[in-house]
């Protein structure tokens, strides 16, 4: 990854597991955003190849790329809803515009993936006027309007107190269940990595490249680079007992 001559990450070579939940950490300012935005073919990779199962993104066509991004949904920082629309109308826009449903139906499945995430009867509100976790939780449905297979969640947990962490963690460990999604979470919050992660990646700025692979828990005891034991801590050590 890199913008213009300047190196962002180099030599990332990394398997999400169908079924998982994948964390993507690193300190700020390590890249894990901007690896995501290159796992959904939103930036290209100055080297190497994305791939979703046998097939390389960057290799397909454009017909095939848009295909192929259908297959994932995406819950960027801050929720990024429209503040214009209502959650039910925020939700409705990808399928209205994807699709060729008519306007009932989109109404139910919009009502319907509001209340997989906890929002039944709240698709007349705004997003002003719900709290920073209800919006977070509008967003994950709307991420999930055209059923991916894939669901990417950029930052979460950012900015909510710990109770409401704690719940979006288990929603999306319901939704793991319940529908066996893949999920990737950015992520630096120590709680909800070792909540929810089945597997994961390091990123560390000074290096450039990827220093640990694999289960958070696990990290936490055989890592090789002190720099990932001291970000899994941070005293906190509780959260790998």
């Known amino acids: 990854m890199a913008f213009g001559s300047r190196t962002l990450m180099e030599r990332l070579t990394f398997t999400i597991r169908r079924g998982d939940v994948f964390v993507i950490m690193g300190g700020s300012g390590s890249g894990k955003s901007t690896l995501m935005r290159h796992l959904v073919g939103l930036h290209r990779p100055t ?19 848009q295909a192929l991004q259908r297959r994932f949904g995406i819950m960027y920082q801050q929720g990024a809803l429209w503040t214009s629309m209502t959650l039910a109308e925020n939700v409705a826009l990808p399928l209205s515009t994807y699709t060729r449903l008519k306007p009932e139906p989109v109404a139910e499945l919009a009502e319907f993936k509001l209340a997989l995430v906890g929002l039944a009867g709240f698709g007349g509100y705004y997003p002003s006027e719900i709290s920073g976790g209800m919006r977070k939780r509008a967003a994950i449905a709307r991420a999930m309007a055209l059923d991916p297979e894939v669901l990417f969640l950029d930052e979460p947990s950012a900015g909510l107190d710990p109770i409401s962490s704690r719940l979006l963690d288990d929603l999306i460990l319901e939704l793991r269940v319940s529908l066996g999604m893949t999920i990737v ?5 120590l709680a909800s990595i070792f909540a929810v992660g089945d597997n994961s990646v390091f990123l560390d700025a000074e290096t450039k490249t990827l220093i640990a692979c694999g289960h958070p828990r696990w990290l936490v005891e055989h890592a090789q680079e002190p720099r990932v034991r001291a970000f899994l801590t941070r005293g906190r050590s509780e959260h790998a007992a």
Not at 185 to 189: L, R
Request: charged share 15%; glycine share 8%.
């Open 47 to 65: 080297a190497g190849t994305v791939r979703l199962g046998a097939t390389s993104f960057w290799d397909s066509s454009p017909v095939e790329q």
């Open 185 to 189: 979470i950015v992520t630096h919050e």
